[in-house]
Nanobody
Framework: QVQLKESGGGLVQAEGSLRLTCTASGGTSGTDGMGWFRQAPGKEREFVAAMSGYAESVKGRFSIFADNAKNTLYLRMNRLKSEDTAVYYC??????????????????WGQGTQVTVSS
């Protein structure tokens, strides 16, 4: 059973930066089949980034990269805005060809890490 664990969340001022880390263990998720989602209070979980693409709201500010040898996925977030405040989740186990921006495509989920951006 693959387990995903996020880290790196926290409180940051607007225009600041954070880097989230997701480490996979207990099997091979494959970073190509991994991605980042987020969920703000009262809202549905939404796609943020995968190796195949980004949500429009984060393009140019966020970047995703991976260390395949360590089975680790990163999300570098720059120029953060208050609307980026959410719990960020790492997801994995997406079969090749499934939609990378759909939560239903992913089999495994981390417990989430809180990102709070103060304005």
């Amino acid at each position: 059973q693959v387990q995903l664990k996020e880290s790196g969340g926290g409180l940051v001022q607007a225009e600041g930066s954070l880097r989230l880390t997701c480490t996979a263990s207990g099997g091979t998720s494959g970073t190509d089949g991994m991605g980042w989602f987020r969920q703000a209070p009262g809202k549905e979980r939404e796609f943020v980034a995968a190796m195949s693409g980004y949500a429009e709201s984060v393009k140019g500010r966020f970047s995703i990269f991976a260390d395949n040898a360590k089975n680790t996925l990163y999300l570098r977030m720059n120029r953060l805005k208050s609307e980026d405040t959410a719990v960020y989740y790492c997801a994995g186990g997406r079969p090749r060809g499934d939609y990378y921006n759909s939560p239903g495509s992913y089999r495994y989920w981390g417990q989430g890490t809180q990102v709070t951006v103060s304005s």
